[in-house]
């Protein structure tokens, strides 16, 4: 059973700055589709970014041009940059077995293999 956890959520002011880490042990599959999911207050789930095992990326909309996901051998980074209130949430790390290319970067949190969360706020 494939074990992930986040790390890095913080308290942060518009504008600035943070990176969430997420480490990835007993992962079995040769091929994966991982992925940051944020989960803001009151509100369902929602896809943030994912990167797949053939080097294909994709942000949500409101994301695009701020955040930046990468991974190093068993880590996946969310770096959040230019930060607003409404990034406020429990963000997630998730993987899955690259079944889809198309499927993976849909951005829904239909991933197989998911961590505990990591809180992040961002307020004046």
């Known amino acids: 059973q494939a074990q992930l956890r986040e790390s890095g959520g913080d308290s942060v002011r518009p504008g600035g700055s943070l990176r969430l880490s997420c480490t990835l042990s007993?992962?079995?599959?040769?091929?994966?589709?991982m992925g940051w999911f944020r989960q803001p207050p009151g509100r369902e789930r929602e896809g943030v970014a994912t990167?797949?095992?053939?080097?294909r990326l994709n942000y949500r909309d409101s994301v695009k041009g701020r955040f930046t996901i990468d991974n190093a051998g068993d880590t996946l980074y969310l770096q959040m940059d230019d930060v607003r209130p409404e990034d406020t949430g429990i963000y997630f790390c998730?993987?899955?077995?690259?079944?889809?290319?198309?499927?993976?970067?849909?951005?829904?949190?239909?991933?197989?293999?998911w961590g505990q969360g990591t809180q992040v706020t961002v307020s004046a």
């Open positions: 998730a993987a899955t077995p690259l079944w889809s290319p198309d499927d993976c970067h849909k951005l829904r949190p239909n991933f197989k293999y």
């Open positions: 007993e992962y079995t599959y040769s091929t994966y589709c």
């Open positions: 990167v797949d095992s053939d080097g």
